[in-house]
């Protein structure tokens, strides 16, 4: 019974760990950070990731531009890069260290409590990893937030949105996060019990005192 728990969980954990470091990588690099629609030309979409901003036309034409020196960026696109570059690493060294310590794979079989470690590794590598997407996709969405309500800024010019990679990205680090504890719950529950040591055998005197037998004849004669 606990080794089918354990089984299942371990396999919707890599599952949802691995859903998650796939859709984090994707978000690392699409440009649907933010959107942008121009009230004075509703033909044009503009759009901005971590490393690009793309104007998106109408006829289906997509122009895309990198953004300028990295020190000339906001800090929270600064960060957010290195994060998210960090988040794919972690994300990999999770798949790496996970996959060792499953139970259907046969490395390291007769090493248990290095399997356990191994699959506790990896899942706090995907904790880990499910943390460094949730931060700067949040502080992005923050900071988004903040300049669509400013005050100061006239109406009349236009706010930078939601785009669809932030929501990717708050998927991606809870599936990364959920995943990680999955998988760090099963390696907890891996500890099996070991065997008692068997009893160690009298010595047929020591039996043979148990038992209530008497001496032998012999022995007594020499006792008297």
């Known amino acids: 019974m606990a080794g089918s728990w354990r089984a299942k969980a371990q396999a919707g954990g890599m599952l949802l760990a691995l859903l998650g470091w796939v859709s984090s990588c994707v978000t690392t690099f699409v440009p649907l950070w933010k959107s942008l629609n121009l009230d004075l030309n509703e033909l044009e979409v503009w759009t901005m990731g971590l490393w690009q901003v793309c104007i998106a036309r109408e006829e289906g034409a997509v122009e895309c531009r990198a953004h300028g020196s990295f020190l000339a960026l906001p800090p929270e696109l600064r960060v957010s890069r290195l994060l998210m570059c960090l988040s794919n690493g972690l994300g990999l060294l999770g798949c ?13 079989e007769d090493r ?35 300049d669509f309500w400013d005050d100061t800024v006239p109406d009349i010019v236009p706010r930078w949105e939601f785009g669809e990679a932030t929501f990717l990205g708050w998927f991606a680090g809870a599936f990364l996060a959920t995943g990680g504890l999955l998988l760090a719950c099963s390696a907890r529950s891996t500890r099996t019990a070991t065997p008692p040591a068997p009893a160690c055998r009298q010595p047929p005197a020591a039996r043979g005192s148990a038992g209530g037998h008497h001496p032998h004849p012999k022995n007594a004669d020499l006792v008297i």
């Open 112 to 146: 248990p409590g290095l399997k356990r470690r191994f699959l506790l590794a990896g899942g706090a590598a995907f904790g880990t990893a499910g943390m460094a997407t949730l931060a700067p996709v949040s502080w992005v969405a923050y900071n988004t937030v903040l």
């Open 96 to 108: 790496l260290l996970a996959a060792l310590g499953l139970e259907g794979w046969r490395a390291c």
